[in-house]
């Protein structure tokens, strides 16, 4: 199971920082992702990292978002930045097998619920 927490309404420019809880399998190997969707879009793919702390992202936000983790925890995080309207949406944690799936979404076997993030 994967909760994700930290979502919330900030203004363009300022900062959030998404947490993802992992339970019910404490395998360090999983590759876990951060995705988005926006009203009216298809769910998007924003961050990805590896057992060995490796990150991809997106271009879109390259620079401004950083994910991270705490294995000892289960815990992945997102922190954004200067962000933009257009980074409104539901952001979801999930984890999948290998990273190099990258945002192939089928390919991820675990999803969280989704939080809210609103960018006026």
């Known amino acids: 199971q994967l909760v994700e927490s930290g979502g919330g309404s900030v203004q363009a420019g300022g900062s959030l920082k998404l947490s993802c809880a992992a339970s019910g399998y404490t395998d360090n190997t999983y590759c876990m992702g951060w995705f988005r969707q926006a009203p009216g879009k298809e769910r998007e793919g924003v961050a990805t990292?590896?057992?060995?702390?490796?990150?991809t992202y997106a271009d879109s936000v390259k620079g401004r978002f950083t994910i991270s983790q705490d294995s000892a925890k289960n815990t992945v995080f997102l922190q954004m930045r200067a962000l933009k309207p257009e980074d409104t949406g539901i952001y979801y944690c999930?984890?999948?097998?290998?990273?190099?799936?990258?945002?192939?979404?089928?390919?991820?076997?675990?999803w969280g619920q989704g939080t809210q993030v609103t960018v006026s």
């Open positions: 990292i590896d057992s060995d702390g490796s990150t």
């Open positions: 999930a984890a999948t097998v290998n990273c190099g799936f990258g945002f192939r979404e089928e390919r991820y076997t675990y």
